[in-house]
T-cell receptor, first 110, second 113 residues
Framework: QKEVEQNSGPLSVPEGAIASLNCTYS??????FFWYRQYSGKSPELIMS????GDKEDGRFTAQLNKASQYVSLLIRDSQPSDSATYLC??????????FGKGNQVVVIP | DGGITQSPKYLFRKEGQNVTLSCEQN?????MYWYRQDPGQGLRLIYY???????QKGDIAEGYSVSREKKESFPLTVTSAQKNPTAFYLC????????????FGPGTRLTVL
């Protein structure tokens, strides 16, 4: 069973600060990595995808991938109240199936 | 507008009933997926299909059935054998390659009365 772990507990950050989310995965052959944002009662929407080691930036979001250490992270800069949501880490091991972590709730405090 | 639609948005089922959840996409995607989400559990894969007339069990297929007669449609039936069906059901689709993003429909919330 491929596992994706996200550190538990809600993350509270003041408006304008950086939110940092981490995700580790167990399958060394994983090829593609995704961060989804899910608002309460809604379906997940893609924030970032990353496939190669290093950083990938898109607006206020930066994804970081380290395949040797088997982790992927998401940074949210200049956090806004609209960023308050649950963030899901998903990993594709090459069999066209995504394994999801349980998610991290982010609360941005105005 | 291209996208994924799911219906109904809310569904109530009595004990012993089978119910079918609809999922339609007009993105011309080859692969389609059904997930179940419970509070604090993340998304768990029920069934997936990579091509018409073919589908595979996911991690929690017991008590569910699917069909893929058309590329655009992937309905999920929750049978009476599923003992705890109350959950948020999400349908997704992708082009079908490992690097392709999965896009989600709006979901169906099923409640057993």
């Amino acid at each position: 069973q491929k596992e994706v772990e996200q550190n538990s507990g809600p993350l509270s950050v003041p408006e304008g600060a950086i939110a940092s989310l981490n995700c580790t995965y167990s399958d060394r052959v994983s090829q593609s990595f995704f961060w989804y944002r899910q608002y309460s009662g809604k379906s997940p929407e893609l924030i970032m995808s990353i496939y190669s080691n290093g950083d990938k930036e898109d607006g206020r979001f930066t994804a970081q991938l380290n395949k040797a250490s088997q982790y992927v992270s998401l940074l949210i800069r200049d956090s806004q109240p609209s960023d308050s949501a649950t963030y899901l880490c998903a990993v594709n091991g090459g069999n066209n199936r995504l394994a999801f972590g349980k998610g991290n709730q982010v609360v941005v405090i105005p | 507008d291209g996208g994924i639609t799911q219906s109904p948005k809310y569904l109530f089922r009595k004990e012993g009933q089978n119910v079918t959840l609809s999922c339609e996409q007009n993105l011309n995607h080859d692969a389609m997926y059904w997930y179940r989400q419970d509070p604090g559990q993340g998304l768990r894969l029920i069934y997936y299909s990579q091509i018409v007339n073919d589908f595979q069990k996911g991690d929690i297929a017991e008590g569910y059935s699917v069909s893929r007669e058309k590329k655009e449609s992937f309905p999920l039936t929750v049978t009476s054998a599923q003992k705890n069906p109350t959950a948020f059901y999400l349908c997704a689709s992708s082009m079908g390659q490992a690097t392709d993003t999965q896009y989600f429909g709006p979901g169906t919330r099923l409640t057993v009365l």
